[in-house]
């Protein structure tokens, strides 16, 4: 198989997790980087064996030698250079979101189809050992029909830990366009598209001051909701809360967990960030066998009934946020291209995400039910022997 030369745009402090994964792969090569300073892009390129450093994206995209442009920029950026990226013929791989507003995002789906090309946007975490033994159960029949289910971010914000906070209490951010996409995009990848959406948004206050760190006392305006609560109403049935929030100071919710006529699975980590973001992690199970208050006397060790821990035969269990698999939804893109295939990690699945996030938004400000108009191919589960198997 010939490589498929990427370069990359955006070096921050995410790049180094991708570029240290992708040299792992012989189906791809990374040739090119660029920053907004030709001196940083040449610090990175010559950290990673890069060949090529440039000024600007611009130039990377101009660059007749790149297959693929790997998009590491903010948020802000991101339909700007993907936009262009298609434009000069170059298949793309973009961080979230795919684009800062849902008809931004159906503009690029359509210049990939028309031309041809592949798109596909992290998270990729779904691919990870995790949300994979999880969509085993599922595949399986173990869990039976999935009834329902809860997706929880909740925390107190990102003030009390980044150097720079302002940018999450502004629109495009918030704790649904920071984090959601992470739980949104493992519930479309386990159960497929929403059919239907209701939800409730506020927020605690009007500003936020900054506790710690650089920005000591810098007062953030909060531009946004920052609690919302949504009912997701899924097209194969099932109904999900998801709840996202910069407005609880502690929570013992699980992550994540799903209802089925035959069992209970979930990810139940006390840490709050420790959610669909990571790769790894302990899958959960209750069944029928193991219902807790089967017996008509209901006795206090029964509170205490262990969960089972579910063995997990599947690659990709990091529960590093520094060290992980960032990047396989890439390096899957690139093998759908031999394969002739849609990637696990695709536009449509992103696509679908952005939609339902402002389907949710204007739910909660319209006090409307709204009813998503896209559609997306549930991806196929990862193979064990990845990326033996495509």
Same mark, same amino acid.
């Given at each position: =198989? ?9 070096? &921050? ?69 993907? @936009? ?42 779904? @691919? ?14 173990? /869990? ?27 629109? !495009?951010? !918030? ?13 479309? $990848?386990? /159960? ?20 710690? &760190?650089?920005?000591? &006392? ?18 194969? &049935?099932?109904?999900?809360? @998801? ?7 502690? $929570? ?16 139940? %980590?006390? +840490? ?16 029928? %066998? ?46 759908? /291209?031999? +394969? ?7 536009? +449509? ?21 709204? =009813?998503?108009?896209? $559609? ?8 064990? +022997? ?5």
């Amino acid at each position: =198989m010939k490589k498929i030369r990427v370069g990359v745009i955006g070096i &921050g402090d995410i790049s180094d997790v991708y570029l240290n994964n992708l040299k792992k792969y012989d189906a791809v090569e990374v040739t090119a980087c660029a920053s907004r300073g030709l001196e940083k892009a040449q610090r990175k390129a010559a950290q990673h064996g890069i060949p090529k450093a440039y000024a600007s994206g611009d130039e990377l995209i101009a660059d007749p030698e790149i297959d693929l442009v790997l998009n590491l920029t903010t948020p802000q950026a991101h339909f700007t250079y993907n @936009l262009a990226a298609l434009q000069a013929g170059k298949h793309v791989y973009t961080e979230k979101p795919l684009a800062m507003t849902y008809d931004e995002g159906r503009q690029l789906i359509a210049l990939a189809r028309e031309k041809g090309l592949l798109i596909g946007c992290a998270p990729d975490t779904f @691919l990870g050992g995790r949300l994979q033994n999880i969509r085993e159960l599922i595949d399986s029949g173990r /869990l039976g029909r999935i009834t329902g289910g809860g997706a929880y971010f909740v925390g107190h914000g990102h003030e009390f830990h980044h150097p720079s906070p302002a940018f999450f209490y502004q629109p !495009g951010a !918030g704790p649904l366009y920071d984090m959601g996409p992470y739980y949104m995009t493992a519930l479309l $990848s386990l /159960l497929g598209p929403v059919k239907r959406v209701c939800a409730m948004a506020c927020k605690a206050g009007e500003t936020r001051t900054v506790p710690s &760190g650089p920005c000591e &006392g810098q007062v953030l305006p909060v531009d946004v909701d920052t609690h919302i609560c949504a009912t997701l109403e899924f097209a194969c &049935g099932s109904i999900v809360t @998801l709840m996202c929030s910069f407005d609880v100071w502690d $929570s013992e919710l699980p992550r994540l967990e799903l209802y089925g006529t035959e069992g209970t699975v979930l990810i139940d %980590e006390k +840490d709050p960030i420790s959610g669909p973001n990571l790769f790894g992690g302990d899958t959960l199970l209750r069944t029928r %066998e193991q219902y807790r208050w089967k017996e008509p006397e209901r006795l206090p060790e029964h509170v205490n009934t262990p969960w089972e821990a579910v063995p997990n035969c599947h690659p990709f269990n990091s529960i590093s946020h520094e060290e992980n698999p960032r990047g396989i939804g890439l390096v899957d893109l690139v093998y759908a /291209l031999q +394969d002739g295939r849609t990637p696990r990690a695709s536009g +449509d699945m992103a696509l679908h995400s952005l939609e339902v996030m402002e389907c949710i938004m204007r739910s909660a400000h319209e006090h409307i039910f709204c =009813m998503p108009e896209t $559609s997306f191919e549930r991806p196929a589960p990862l193979p064990t +022997d990845f990326p033996a198997s495509h």
